[in-house]
């Protein structure tokens, strides 16, 4: 794709870089000097955030190392709570303008968020980095995102889903905004972005393979992220089922008036059929109810265990906690 040919020099934007990362202490030194090549050529004024997702391997030691550096900053959040949560505590506590996320695995090449910042410095608002191919991605990972994304894209009818767009993406100001202002617990990036809508750009790129260590996305955890998106952004199950269990009953009516017009009236493979029907259609609502009371208790995304680099007093808790703890006082 051809990047603007010419964009404004603006001194007075900040960009925070996001970086979540969980036990990548045998990566993060060459990520961090790649990462600072980069950033110091930008057009604009920049901070880093890394955000420590509960490692155990002694990152947490190297990213004090790196926060003794101006402009960088970590948060060591109390105990692994996931991606998204980590990438919430960045947004919480970034001081930019906009926000661009990467992974700290190398997988996502740092050498491209200049094309990024060019596109946001152009008049975009967000900026997705798209996977040109998955040929790094095993093949059981290939299949699994080729049904996540037709599966999003089936239920998901009101926007979108660009697939094969990554979390390595530059959120700018108009959005950033947008998404602190949500309420939501049930923070999945990938579907609240292309919810937001504004003026969005897909950047293809090849995606590198890891360099060392392993993904920590276990095909249960990628089920698990699937079924958080159905929950989050679509009603579409309920309703099906609703049309379902009327076909059901308008079916079962039909049959019974037959049986016994006939004289051959039997029940017991209606009674397991309809049982079975009642068994789904409870699993579903119970998925529901689960996601609801999610976002009924209002439980803060994550704690922080300590920072590095020069945050303030007043942002050692998550937002939403000090909002409940002012509410609870009034």
């Given amino acids: 794709m051809k990047l603007p040919s010419c964009v404004p020099m603006d001194n007075h934007s900040i960009i925070s870089i996001i970086v979540c990362c969980y036990d990548e202490a045998h990566i993060l030194p060459e990520f961090h000097h790649r990462l600072m090549l980069v950033l110091n050529a930008l057009p604009v004024a920049y901070e880093v955030v890394y955000v420590n997702d509960g490692s155990q391997d002694g990152s947490d030691q190297l990213l004090e190392q790196f926060c003794r550096a101006p402009k960088v900053r970590c948060l060591n959040l109390s105990r692994n709570f996931g991606k998204e949560s980590a990438m919430s505590a960045g947004i919480d506590h970034?001081?930019?303008?906009?926000?661009?996320?990467?992974?700290?695995?190398?997988?996502?090449?740092?050498?491209?968020?200049?094309?990024?910042?060019?596109?946001?410095?152009?008049?975009?608002?967000?900026?997705?980095?798209?996977?040109?191919?998955?040929?790094?991605?095993?093949?059981?990972?290939?299949?699994?995102?080729?049904?996540?994304?037709?599966?999003?894209?089936?239920?998901?009818?009101?926007?979108?889903?660009?697939?094969?767009?990554?979390?390595?993406?530059?959120i700018g100001t108009a959005p950033l905004n947008a998404l602190r202002n949500m309420p939501e617990r049930a923070t999945l990036m990938k579907g609240l972005v292309n919810w937001l809508g504004f003026r969005t750009i897909e950047i293809p790129y090849q995606r590198a393979r890891r360099k060392a260590g392993e993904s920590k996305w276990s095909p249960m955890a990628l089920v698990d992220l699937a079924m958080e998106g159905v929950l989050a952004f679509s009603r579409k199950p309920l309703r099906w089922f609703s049309v379902l269990s009327l076909a059901t009953l308008l079916l079962t009516g039909t049959y019974l008036m037959h049986q016994w017009f006939v004289d051959a009236f039997s029940v017991d493979h209606l009674i397991?059929?309809?049982?079975?029907?009642?068994?789904?259609?409870?699993?579903?609502?119970?998925?529901?109810?689960?996601?609801?009371?999610?976002?009924?208790?209002?439980?803060?995304?994550?704690?922080?265990?300590?920072?590095?680099?020069?945050f303030s007093r007043?942002?050692?808790?998550?937002?939403?906690?000090?909002?409940?703890?002012?509410?609870?006082?009034?």
């Fill in 94 to 170: 970034a001081m930019g303008d906009a926000v661009l996320f990467i992974d700290a695995d190398l997988q996502d090449p740092p050498e491209l968020i200049p094309a990024m910042v060019r596109h946001w410095l152009a008049g975009y608002d967000i900026v997705n980095m798209q996977r040109s191919d998955r040929r790094s991605d095993t093949a059981g990972k290939r299949l699994s995102a080729q049904l996540y994304y037709k599966l999003m894209n089936l239920l998901v009818d009101k926007y979108p889903v660009p697939p094969d767009v990554s979390d390595f993406r530059l």
């Fill in 272 to 310: 397991l059929g309809a049982l079975a029907l009642v068994l789904v259609g409870v699993a579903m609502v119970g998925e529901y109810i689960g996601a609801a009371l999610v976002e009924v208790k209002r439980r803060p995304l994550y704690f922080l265990r300590s920072t590095f680099g020069g």
């Fill in 314 to 330: 007043q942002l050692q808790a998550p937002p939403a906690l000090e909002s409940d703890e002012q509410e609870r006082i009034r």
